[in-house]
């Protein structure tokens, strides 16, 4: 039974990091599925804003985190993590960790195509 469970969420202040980390049991890194980080904010649609290939490490970021985020997939301990930097307020959401494991074709950053999700953790990042 594949399950993905999200930790590192919290409360920081505009310019500082928090390290989200996603826990998958159930399929093997090393088998190159998708995987991403979603965000949501109520009343707002899910935006995506990294996307890898676990094994392959093939990497695609949203505008809005791009050179302040960083995905990385740790196929030793099938844990994926996203390094978020330079915060901002609207950084603030529910942060969810989702794999793609149709082996259909890849859209990175949009959620239609993954098919397994966590329970979600909320960063709050404060002016």
């Known amino acids: 039974q594949v399950q993905l469970v999200e930790s590192g969420g919290g409360s920081v202040q505009a310019g500082g990091s928090l390290r989200l980390s996603c826990a998958a049991s159930?399929?093997?890194?090393?088998?190159?599925?998708?995987m991403a980080w979603f965000r949501q904010v109520p009343g707002k649609q899910r935006e995506g804003v990294a996307a890898?290939?676990?094994?392959?490490?093939?990497?695609y970021y949203s505008n809005s985190v791009k050179g302040r985020f960083t995905i990385a997939p740790d196929n030793n301990k099938n844990t994926l993590h996203l390094e978020m930097n330079s915060l901002k307020p609207e950084d603030t959401a529910m942060y969810y960790c989702?794999?793609?494991?149709?082996?259909?074709?890849?859209?990175?950053?949009?959620?239609?195509?993954?098919?397994?999700w966590g329970q979600g953790t909320q960063v709050t990042v404060s002016s």
């Open positions: 989702a794999a793609d494991l149709t082996g259909g074709v890849w859209h990175p950053l949009q959620e239609s195509g993954y098919n397994y």
């Open positions: 159930g399929y093997s890194f090393r088998r190159d599925f998708p």
């Open positions: 890898v290939r676990t094994f392959g490490h093939s990497t």
